[in-house]
Every structure is written in structure tokens, then in C-alpha cells.
């Protein structure tokens, strides 16, 4: 009787954990049925708010359902977060983050969510470097002159950002922590507001994705003194690095992924990861990428979770080493 009654139990416990199995795998097979929200935490207009409409319509083509961008913006993207990590975590609702999604750890002590422990990564999508860019009534060429008016003017000058947190806001907050320099910082929902507001003059400076200053450049109406990552940017090859430009030691990488709710099924995350990796690296998507300056990212998703949690710890490192307060 109790060998039976154990064999029984056996087989109601491998019954039990094939039926979810079976059923995550029916719900993928016949996903997406319904319109999906992509939530973007940032404001319309901005790099990781493109890129994520660029995505949701080849979706939509391919899938013949609706994929539709909802902007949530604020904080630095750490509000359209919370919405999703509460979200039913049954595919339908995505997030588009950026780089300051694993930032936020570092400078929120009050998430309403775990950054490690709520979400599931699909992908990386794409990276697109920011770009240095100063009001041409500040009358600085260089970021040798940027630095010293900031010096001679301690406190007296402003820099923008698409929003506490965000990665506008930590590439100048590392800027002005290398360089050493008492600016202070006015944050907006997004990066288009915070460009805005450096081209009147009502900020000194701003560091924004190079498809949004490109074409404030090219008409005179920012002037651009460096680029933030390591090596240069392809459409702007003439313009010099942050650290060849007299900032030793910086270097800032702007990227784009998408993330679910953490108990999404496997083989939905899954789903998603194939086709929109299919999208980031298709010929049609090209033409979008080069324009904002950008470069497909595509990650598999397990490998996308261990890059977040990589990333978290190397900017608590950097927060800590370059003592970056945000006030």
C-alpha cells in the first residue's frame, strides 16, 4: 500500500508540473491573440522610444495584431517599471528601458520593484551613443573651454536630462564627477525637452542620443563637443571621444532592451526574443537603425538577464568610486 500510494504520488506530481508546462507551450503557440502594450518610460521623441516604435510596427506587421507604444514617462523611467513589474505576466505587456534601468538600484532607495528579481529580459535592442552638446549662446567650442567656464563659474551652470536616472542624466553626472566640476542639474520627462531647453540657452549643456542632436548640429543650433563612449561615432567621425577630448577615463554606453514581467512564460519570452532579434538585424530595419545613429544589440534572453545583473553591479562600482551623488 504505501509503495502504491507513493507511486502515486509520484505520478500526480509529474502530472502536475507537465500540465503547466503544456500549457505555457499551448499560450505561446497561439500568442500573441490580443494587442500587446509596450510601455516606454521615456517621452515620445526620445531614442528608446523610436526604437520601440520601429519594433512595435514590424510586429504588428508580422503578427497581425496591435502592438501599440504607451509613454509613461517620469523618473527616470522607473514609473513605467513599476507598472510593468506588476503587470500580468502573460506576454502582452513589455517594457522598453534604457541604460537607466540599471542605474535606478543605485540611486532609488524606494522602488516599488526589484530590478534583479521582477523582470525577465527579452533583448538588448540597440545601442546609440550620446552625444556632449552645449547652447551656442554659452560661446564654448571645446570641452577644454566647457570645463574651465565651469570652473570659473562654479554652480553658476546648468546641465538637462531626459529625467532623474536616466542615462542622460548619469553620462553628465559621470562628466561632471571626472572633470570635477560644481554644475548643477535640471531634470525633464525626456530628452527632447531637455535638448529643447540647452538650444535656448536655458541650460548650458546636455548629453543626448546623437539622432536627436544630428540635426540641431548640423543647423547651428547646438554645438557638439564630444561623444561618450570609448571609440568615436560613426556619423560624427571628426568629433572626439569625452576622454581623447580631456576627460581621462570616461566612457558611457547608451543601450535599449525589452522586458517582461518575471513569471512570463519561457516559451512566450522566448518568442518574442526570435522575432524581434529577426527585426533588430532584418535589411527593412537598417535604414531606422542608421538614421538614429544606432547599432543592433540582439542578446538572448538568458544572456540578457546576466548582462542587466553585470551592469547593476559595475554602476553601484562606479556610483561609489566616482563619489556620484544625485540630489
Known amino acids: 500500500m504505501l509503495i502504491r500510494s507513493g507511486l502515486f504520488a509520484l505520478l500526480a506530481a ?32 526620445s531614442g528608446v522610444d523610436v526604437s520601440a516604435r520601429v519594433i512595435a510596427q514590424r510586429l504588428n506587421e508580422r503578427w ?5 507604444a504607451d509613454n509613461r514617462p517620469g523618473a527616470g523611467g522607473t514609473i513605467a517599471a513599476g507598472i510593468v513589474a506588476g503587470a500580468n505576466p502573460d506576454g502582452y505587456t513589455v517594457i522598453s528601458v534604457s541604460a537607466g534601468h540599471v542605474i535606478a538600484p543605485s540611486l532609488y532607495s524606494n522602488l516599488k520593484y526589484d530590478t534583479l528579481k521582477d523582470f525577465a529580459g527579452i533583448t538588448t535592442t540597440v545601442s546609440l551613443p550620446n552625444i556632449l552638446v552645449v547652447s551656442p549662446s554659452l560661446g564654448v567650442k571645446s570641452v577644454k573651454e566647457l570645463v574651465g567656464l565651469a570652473r570659473a563659474k562654479p554652480g553658476q ?13 548619469f553620462a553628465s553626472e559621470l562628466f561632471k564627477a571626472l572633470a570635477k566640476l560644481d554644475v548643477s542639474h535640471v531634470p525633464f520627462k525626456g530628452i527632447p525637452e531637455a535638448l529643447t531647453e540647452t538650444m535656448a540657452g536655458r541650460v548650458s549643456f546636455t548629453m543626448s542620443p546623437v539622432a536627436n542632436v544630428l540635426p540641431q548640429v548640423k543647423a547651428g543650433k547646438v ?90 553591479k559595475v554602476i553601484a562600482n562606479l556610483v561609489k568610486t566616482a563619489n556620484i551623488k544625485i540630489e
Open 64 to 68: 497581425g495584431q496591435p502592438v501599440i
Open 157 to 169: 551652470l546648468l546641465f538637462s536630462s531626459g529625467g532623474v536616472g536616466s542615462g542622460t542624466h
Open 14 to 45: 509529474a502530472l502536475g508540473t507537465a500540465a503547466p508546462a503544456a500549457h505555457a507551450a499551448e499560450d505561446a503557440a497561439n500568442y500573441p491573440s490580443k494587442p500587446i502594450r509596450v510601455v516606454v518610460g521615456f517621452s515620445a521623441g
Open 223 to 312: 554645438v557638439a563637443l564630444a561623444a561618450a563612449p570609448a571609440k568615436r561615432v560613426a556619423v560624427m567621425p571628426d568629433l572626439p571621444t569625452l576622454a581623447e577630448a580631456g576627460v581621462p577615463g570616461y566612457s558611457w554606453d547608451t543601450w535599449f532592451g525589452w522586458l517582461v514581467p518575471v513569471k512570463t512564460p519561457r516559451p512566450i519570452v522566448r518568442k518574442l526574443n526570435d522575432e524581434v532579434t529577426r527585426i533588430l538585424v532584418s535589411p527593412e530595419t537598417k535604414k531606422h537603425w542608421d538614421a538614429m545613429g544606432a547599432e543592433p544589440l540582439p542578446m538572448k534572453p538568458e544572456q540578457f538577464d546576466r548582462y542587466i545583473a553585470e551592469q547593476v
